[in-house]
Structure formats: structure tokens, C-alpha cells
């Protein structure tokens, strides 16, 4: 006998689209089944009106031959010979009628009544069930949209406990009603082989018995098959008991788990940040007017560089979006708890979703962000996952404010951001590739916002004149007011963080010091990041709050020592600065370096461009000649001051620019 499918318990409480799908094969099979069943009833029913009718019509030959000795012929009686042979005809018919009528009563209850009785009995559970399955099923989802309704601030508790409770029940009533669902269609595959023979086998054997003592020969050559037919029955018949009480002692079992399992967001799991793949399900957000939305809840899984979404009933899922060098970030939505926001590389295509739970939640923008990185592309990708973010945690510690600065120095007008000493043995420098080692001491704080503080903002404002700002820079050198700079570009950018580096002498140490906070910042899901604009000038770097023209940081471009772009994403730029450290006692002070990691809007080489191009001027100022030879090549405004560069910043240099942005890195 071949293999018989089966729909799994344990898939029951998960309910994905797979065993949903897989549940609609079950289903149209279980559909086809019945009006297949129908059909052959009915047919059954013909024959053994037949039957019937032919007993009847037996009985009716039967007392017809016997009236042939009763009529009155006009020319005389009829033959004796005649009369008796019909007589026995009529003995014959007889007896045959009472074999027809026996015939007719062994189809009735070995052929009939069994198909009546899988019909009405097994058939109609099927459909029962099928309906109490439907129900539960939409009472869990009712429940579930209640609670994904749930705010996330100013929570009622009372209401809380009892969403909670409600998708409790419901997701139990569901499970229990799945399972019994399952297990009807599970036996309907064994019962369906025992109904389509079992009725044939009575069929056979009352004809079997019908033509027995004048077919003997016949029956001979029947039993075999017969014996086979009966044996096949009970074998069925034991495989069937045998299932029967495994799905009993199955389904025990997983009624007994804690109810905490049927609870959302009480995962007790700890959450898995080195994962490649991920399913389940997800609200995405929808727009279904200008300025209206919906929520829905779809099925999702990742399949390797994709995003894929599959609905309820559909056969297979389909693609929603390529995840390579997409950016995943948290986002508030609506008052809704666990949102976050995947974008395309382009920016162009972007979807809001919703997670179930806190652990969900981090675990879909870990793997999404993994998935993002191509780790799946590797030899072992589970182990570059797991690796990378050993490394990332051993590595990199974040610091969530960027007010902390150099302590004890006796000159912290000069204390960069991220200016964290770290001691470092000159003796150790090597010749060969740098590594991580080399240029960022493991363990060094990230930095990954510029706070200004309240009480220098309210100064500048009552004043009205400069301020220093809380890192140790004035803008003395960089005010627009002393600055007679030949260049003056600016560029909206967003920053991400900074460190403390070992060197800045090579563009490696850029790099490296971006692949740290990103990596702290996905780690930690630090998403949010604040707009500013980053003014380069002949002169120095200044960091602008679009808002209050406020500079929150400046560098003279004599102390940047390194600058680049990422090589794969050109949006991403940094620069080390070069300071000095007070911290062991010389007079001078040691030197430090510290890098910074920007994400713009438009390609980062324009700003590497533009830096390279202040400390070409920087230069040329010292030859007079070289100085003017550098201007005939360059426009200028009317009034020959500034060179003229396309402008990045559109409105939001006047102000309009968004508080906080979410980071695309």
C-alpha cells in the first residue's frame, strides 16, 4: 500500500500559510471525495433497485407460468408436457426469486447502508468541522486585531490582561478545533479506501452466494481475490486504529503545554540576533485613500535575498521586496507597538510592518539587516552571522549621548567627540595590512548623536553673539563673519557616530570605524538619526542646525587628516580629525585622532570632493601665483568670493528641515 499524506499536529498551533495550504489540498480532496461518493450511491442505488425489481419481476414470472394451466384456450387446453415444464419453469423462477430477494437484501445492508453510513456519518463531520474550524478561526483573528490595536503608551492594564486573555481562548479554541479538524481528515484517508472497497466486497460476496451452488467453478476462481480483498480490509482497518490512537495520544500532549504559549509577546526565548531566515507573521500598513490606511495581517518569510509574503490560500508565495543592501530601522506608526520600516537602496520602495512581539520585532530587523549584509551569499552563512556579531558586541560598546567628553584635561577646549584615550604601544605598529586591531582599539565607545546643550542655545539666543560649543571648538576661526573663504558649500547629511582611532594616516581606519557603528547601531537598534548641515569652506568644517542655524561642531580643514566614501555605498563619507591629548603631562600634548561617520543625501564623494578641494586652496594660498591659477579654473559668484557648487541642501537650508530622519545606512 502506498504511503498516506498526513496534515501534522504540531503545525496546527503555528497555522502558517504552508499548512493552510497544504489544508486546502486535504480539503478538495476531501470536496472531490464527496461528490464522488454521491455519484457512486447513487449508482449503487440503481443497481440495487434493479435488483429489487428484478425480484418483483421474478415472482411476477413466477405466478404468470403458473397461470398458463388456468387459461381457457378456445382451441383446447394446453399441452401437459407444456403445463408441467412450465410448472417447474415456475419452481425454478421461484426459487430464483427468492435468491433475487435475498440478493436484493444482502445489497441493502453490505452495500448500501455502508456507503449511507460514510456519507452521513464521516463525510458529514468533515463539513462540521470544517465550519467550527472557520469560526475559531475567525474569532483568533478578530482577537488578534483587538490586540494589535493596543496602545503602546498609557496602557490599561485591565484592558491589557483581557485582550490578552481573549487571544488566549481564542487562539486555544482555534488549536483544539484545528486539531480535531486535522485529525477527521487525516482518518478520512484511511476510511475512504475502507468505504470505496468495503461496499464492493459485500456487493461481490451476495453475488458470489447468489450464483454459488450453480457457479462453483466461478467461486473457486473468486475466493482468492476474494480472501485477498478481505485481508487488505483488515489490514487497512488495523492501520487505521494504529493512527487513530497515536493523533489521540499527539494531540494529549500538546494540550497539556503552560497557556503562555498561546499568549502573545511572552516569549521567554531570548532573541536571536545571527539569524539568516525568519517567518512568520507581520501587519503591513496599506493605503487605501490619501490619507487613509490599513493594517493587515500576511504571512512572511525571507527566501535568500528576498522578502517574500504569502496570503491565506495561495499555493506559493511571492516576492515583496529585495532585501540586498536594503536598510531596516524601528519607526513609530500610528500608536502601534513593534513597527519598523524596510527601505530599497534607491529609497524609492519602502513598507511599514508590525511584529507580533518585542522579541519578533528585534529578531525581523536582525535578520532582515543580516540578509541585507549578503551574509547569505557565504560558504557558512550561520557562522559569519554568529561571528560578526561576536565580534560586533566585543567590539563596540555604544554610548547613546555624545555630551561625555575627555575628563581631567587640562585644556578641554581642544577635547574632540569620541576622543576616548586609549593606550596604545608604539613598539607594536606593524608593516604588513593594517588590521581592526591596529586602527581602533577593541572596546572604544561610540558616540552616535550631537546634543546641544539647553543652556548654551538659550545663551546664544539672549546674546545673540558666538558660542562655544560643548565639545571644546569655538568658531572664532570659522565664523561667516572672519571667514574670508574662497569656498562655501553646503550638504545635508546625517550623522551616525564617532570614535576614537589609532591613526589617521590611512583611509583603512575610515572604513573600519564605519563597519563598527554600523554594526553597534544594528546591534542595538539606534536607528534615529538627526538631519544637520555639514558647511565646508576654504577654512574649516562646520555641522549647522538647519533649524536654528546653530554650529554644533566645527574643525579647522588643516586638523582633517583622512577623508572618504564607502566603496559600496556611496552615501556614507567620514573624516578623522587629528587633536591633542593632555592627558600624560607633556606640554604639548599628545596627538589624538578621531573619526566621524556621515550619511548624506546625495553621493558622498561630492563631499570628499569638495574637503579636497578647500585644502587645494588652503595650499595654493601660500603661492600667490598658484592661487590665481587655481581661480581661472574655478566660477565664482558676482562679486568673485565663493565658488560656485550645486547646491544639496533645496529648502532645508532655510530651516525646513526634519527634526529626525531614520538612518538608510
Known amino acids: 500500500m502506498p504511503g498516506v499524506h498526513k496534515l501534522l499536529l504540531e503545525e496546527a498551533l503555528q497555522d502558517s500559510p504552508q499548512t493552510r495550504s497544504l489544508l486546502s489540498v486535504f480539503e478538495e480532496d476531501a470536496g472531490t471525495l464527496t461528490d464522488y461518493t454521491n455519484q457512486l450511491l447513487q449508482s449503487m442505488q440503481r443497481v440495487y433497485g434493479a435488483q429489487s425489481e428484478m425480484g418483483l419481476a421474478t415472482e411476477q414470472l413466477s405466478r404468470q407460468l403458473l397461470e398458463y394451466e388456468k387459461q381457457n384456450f378456445a382451441l383446447g387446453k394446453g399441452d401437459e408436457e407444456v403445463i408441467s415444464t412450465l410448472q417447474q419453469f415456475a419452481k425454478t423462477v421461484g426459487e430464483l426469486n427468492t435468491l433475487h430477494s435475498e440478493l436484493a437484501s444482502q445489497m441493502a445492508d453490505r452495500m448500501i447502508s455502508p456507503m449511507i453510513q460514510f456519507r452521513e456519518k464521516d463525510l458529514t ?40 486573555g481573549e487571544v488566549a481562548y481564542s487562539r486555544r479554541k482555534q488549536h483544539q478545533a484545528s486539531m480535531q479538524y486535522y485529525c477527521a481528515l487525516n482518518a478520512l484517508q484511511y476510511r475512504k479506501r475502507v468505504a470505496m472497497l468495503e461496499p464492493m466486497l459485500g456487493y461481490t460476496q451476495a453475488q458470489i452466494h447468489f450464483y454459488k451452488k450453480g457457479m462453483d467453478l466461478v467461486s473457486k476462481k473468486m475466493d482468492s481475490f476474494l480472501v485477498s480483498v478481505s485481508s487488505m480490509t483488515q489490514s487497512i482497518q488495523a492501520q487505521l486504529d494504529s493512527e487513530a490512537e497515536a493523533m489521540r495520544l499527539t494531540q494529549r500532549e500538546l494540550l497539556s503545554m503552560e497557556d503562555t504559549v498561546y499568549m502573545p509577546d511572552r516569549d521567554p526565548v531570548p532573541v536571536n540576533r545571527t539569524l539568516i531566515q525568519k517567518a512568520g507573521y507581520l501587519n503591513i500598513r496599506n493605503k487605501t485613500g490619501l490619507v487613509t490606511t490599513a493594517w493587515d495581517r500576511l504571512y512572511f518569510f525571507t527566501q535568500g535575498g528576498n522578502l517574500m509574503c504569502q496570503p491565506r490560500g495561495a499555493v506559493a508565495g511571492g516576492m515583496v521586496l529585495d532585501l540586498d543592501n536594503s536598510s531596516v530601522m524601528a519607526v513609530e506608526c500610528e500608536d502601534r507597538r513593534y513597527c519598523f520600516q524596510i527601505t530599497s537602496p534607491s529609497g524609492k520602495t519602502s513598507m511599514i510592518l508590525q511584529a507580533e512581539s518585542k522579541k519578533e520585532y528585534e529578531e525581523w530587523i536582525c535578520t532582515l539587516n543580516n540578509i541585507s549584509r549578503q551574509i547569505y551569499l557565504t560558504d557558512n552563512p550561520e557562522a559569519v552571522a554568529i561571528r560578526l556579531n561576536q565580534t560586533a558586541i566585543q567590539a563596540v560598546t555604544p554610548i547613546t549621548s555624545f555630551e561625555r567628553r575627555g575628563e581631567g584635561s587640562p585644556n578641554p577646549d581642544r577635547a574632540k567627540p569620541g576622543g576616548v584615550k586609549s593606550s596604545i604601544s608604539k613598539s607594536q605598529k606593524s608593516s604588513s595590512a593594517p588590521v581592526a586591531e591596529d586602527l581602533i582599539v577593541p572596546g572604544t565607545p561610540i558616540q552616535f548623536d550631537i546634543m546641544l546643550p539647553a543652556s548654551e542655545f538659550q545663551d546664544q539666543n539672549r546674546v545673540g553673539g558666538r558660542r562655544t560649543n560643548p565639545f571644546g571648538e569655538t568658531d572664532d576661526d570659522c565664523s561667516p563673519e572672519s571667514d574670508d573663504s574662497l569656498l ?26 564605519m563597519r563598527q557603528v554600523l554594526a553597534a547601531r544594528a546591534i542595538h537598534n539606534i536607528f534615529r538619526t538627526t538631519e544637520s548641515h555639514l558647511m565646508v569652506t576654504s577654512s574649516c568644517l562646520r555641522l549647522i542646525d538647519p533649524r536654528t542655524q546653530v554650529t554644533r561642531i566645527s574643525f579647522q580643514l588643516q586638523e582633517v587628516t583622512q577623508f572618504a566614501a564607502h566603496q559600496e555605498n556611496g552615501r556614507l563619507m567620514g573624516f578623522v580629525v587629528e587633536g591633542r591629548d593632555w592627558s600624560e603631562g607633556t606640554e604639548e600634548g599628545e596627538p589624538s585622532f578621531s573619526a566621524f561617520v556621515f550619511e548624506s543625501n546625495t553621493e558622498g564623494e561630492k563631499i570628499c570632493y569638495t574637503i579636497s578641494l578647500g585644502k587645494d586652496i588652503i595650499e595654493a594660498k601660500k603661492d600667490p601665483e598658484a592661487l590665481a591659477q587655481l581661480m581661472k579654473n574655478m566660477p565664482l559668484t558676482n562679486d568673485g568670493k565663493f565658488l560656485l557648487l550645486d547646491s544639496e541642501t533645496g529648502d532645508t537650508a532655510n530651516g525646513g528641515a526634519p527634526d529626525e530622519e531614520e538612518s538608510e545606512a
Open 125 to 164: 463531520e468533515i463539513s462540521t468541522l470544517r465550519e467550527v474550524f472557520g469560526i475559531a478561526s475567525d474569532e483568533h483573528e478578530a482577537a488578534m486585531v483587538k490586540y494589535s490595536r493596543l496602545p503602546k503608551k498609557k496602557e490599561n492594564e485591565k484592558v491589557k490582561a483581557e485582550l490578552v
Open 488 to 513: 562655501q558649500q553646503v550638504f545635508a547629511v546625517r550623522f551616525l557616530g564617532s570614535m576614537a582611532v589609532r591613526s589617521g594616516q590611512t583611509q583603512e581606519v575610515i572604513y573600519e570605524a
